[in-house]
């Protein structure tokens, strides 16, 4: 039943690291300035575009509206105890016939914030996702993509226990404003 998979998760939900606590909870509109900032604070999206710029908060509102509204995603924020956006992460439910019908749990958008960095705040973000939100929406399989250039992330997630399987493509579609 997608429409409830992963509305079912049970969120706010608490994360301990080594320098003390933060809270995974639902995106709201009210984080959209925060996220366009981490957005901007990685040098592979901001040469995509991803610019903390007010001339494209509406494009980013409408996104951020999108998938609030769309049952079969969530976009997660980590907040630390001054309730700071200081990470995030979206994930996507996706039913399929194939592997016997398994759902798969798509990452996307995981970004932590400079100054958070190499704190531990990354591997429990994926920890939570792996451990509690793909058992609680039923899925099989967690998957996720990475730019080429991400060889430091791509370190990461190998040492979180993903393999590196397949080979991705993507398609600009023409008259589309990304780039």
């Known amino acids: 039943m997608m429409d409830s998979m992963l509305q079912a998760l049970a969120l706010p939900a608490d994360l301990t690291l080594r320098g003390g606590q933060v809270a995974l909870r639902r995106a709201e509109m009210g984080d959209l300035h925060a996220l366009m900032r981490l957005l901007s604070d990685d040098p592979i999206s901001a040469a995509r575009g991803d610019v903390d710029a007010d001339a494209d908060q ?93 060889h430091d992330a791509h370190r990461f997630y190998l040492r979180l226990g993903f393999v590196d399987s397949h080979v991705g493509f993507k398609y600009h579609v023409a008259g589309s404003v990304m780039t």
């Open 58 to 150: 509406d494009a980013y509102a409408s996104g951020l509206s999108r998938i609030i509204a769309d049952a079969s995603n969530e976009l997660i924020v980590a907040v630390d105890a001054h309730r700071r956006v200081i990470a995030m992460l979206q994930l996507t439910a996706i039913p399929g016939v194939a592997r016997r019908g398994s759902t798969r749990l798509l990452v996307e958008a995981v970004r932590v914030a400079g100054d958070h960095r190499s704190a531990g705040l990354g591997s429990a973000m994926m920890r939570w996702v792996t451990e509690v939100a793909a058992p609680a929406c039923g899925a099989t399989l967690v998957q996720l993509t990475s730019d080429r250039q991400r």
